[in-house]
């Protein structure tokens, strides 16, 4: 099986500073940076993708903005980057085509926001047949609101994992993934 690490939406706004600040993003970008140097190792493919808002309304991932720029602590050297406007990955951008073009089947993925694009982004890859991987740590999220309740980011989190877990992926940690081989 071939595989390929994707890394979706550590861009400015998440981090500190930015318009939609997550919670253990700094971690999540530390995970990922190791996963970016394993998949070197193992000549895996590396795609960033990068989300850009196309709402009029949108609060943050806005074009020519700081905040939409991938993090500058990610180590992209000549790896594609995948631009998106929706939170699964793969709805109206090149990645399958370019995942097909590699005979890639494997994926590992990580990055923002775990409720949000990797759920969607790992749902529809299960769907195209992709055997997946994600990346527990290195993977960031927020608190949500639902009728006047904060549910927790770790909460969040956990929920979405456990789902995904159950039938569209495998879950582990960074040094479960690169120590596996």
């Known amino acids: 099986m071939k595989k390929a690490l994707i890394v979706i ?10 318009k939609m600040e997550l919670q253990k993003v700094d971690e999540a970008l530390l995970q990922t940076n190791k ?35 991938l993090n500058k602590n990610l180590d992209i ?40 694009c990797i759920d969607t982004t790992v749902r529809a890859g299960f769907d195209l047949g992709y055997k997946i991987t994600v990346a527990n740590d290195a993977c960031a999220t927020k608190d949500l609101n639902f009728k006047e309740k904060i549910i927790k980011a770790c909460d969040v989190h956990y929920s979405f994992i456990s789902a995904l877990a159950s039938v569209f992926c495998e879950v582990k940690e960074t040094e479960q993934i690169i120590n596996v081989e």
């Open 9 to 18: 939406d550590l861009q400015n706004d998440y981090f500190s500073g930015g």
């Open 77 to 116: 050297q000549d790896d594609m980057i995948i631009k998106k406007n929706y939170p699964n990955s793969f709805r109206d951008t090149k990645l399958k085509e370019e995942l097909d073009k590699e005979n890639i089947n494997e994926l590992i993925i990580c990055g923002a926001m775990t409720h949000m």
């Open 35 to 69: 996963l970016i140097k394993y998949a070197r190792e193992k000549q895996y493919k590396i795609y960033f993708v990068q989300h850009f808002a196309i709402k009029d309304n949108a609060t943050f991932f806005i074009k020519n903005t700081q905040g939409v720029e």
